[in-house]
């Protein structure tokens, strides 16, 4: 069975930081595309951050870019999500999820196995 399991969120100060990550266990996600995606109250679903399966290639959020940083260990099986100058705007559950698909995408669809989220709250 599949799991991702989430930490790091937390209650922090806007302009601070925080560090997600997610370990995946249950396969091999050689080959895989991992990802972060976020859900304010409300509103729908997200794309935040993408990665390739060697790291090469990375994709951001217009929202986010400059600010957080997306970065996979794969002897690990674990993505991180460094987030730099958060702002209130930030507040969401984060969610990290892996991609089996061929090509590196921003959609929901592309991912496959999804985590149960980490509560990120940015005070202003």
């Known amino acids: 069975q599949v799991q991702l399991v989430e930490s790091g969120g937390g209650l922090v100060q806007a302009g601070g930081s925080l560090r997600l990550s997610c370990a995946a266990s249950g396969r091999r996600f050689s080959g895989s595309h991992m990802g972060w995606f976020r859900q304010a109250p409300g509103k729908e679903r997200e794309f935040v951050a993408a990665i390739s399966w060697i790291g090469s290639r990375t994709l951001y959020a217009d929202s986010v870019k400059g600010r957080f940083t997306i970065s996979r260990d794969n002897a690990k099986n674990t993505v991180y999500l460094q987030m730099n100058r958060l702002k209130p705007q930030d507040t969401a559950v984060y969610y990290c999820?892996?991609?089996?698909?061929?090509?590196?995408?921003?959609?929901?669809?592309?991912?496959?196995?999804w985590g149960q989220g980490t509560q990120v709250t940015v005070s202003s």
């Open positions: 999820a892996v991609s089996t698909a061929q090509v590196m995408g921003i959609k929901r669809p592309l991912y496959d196995y």
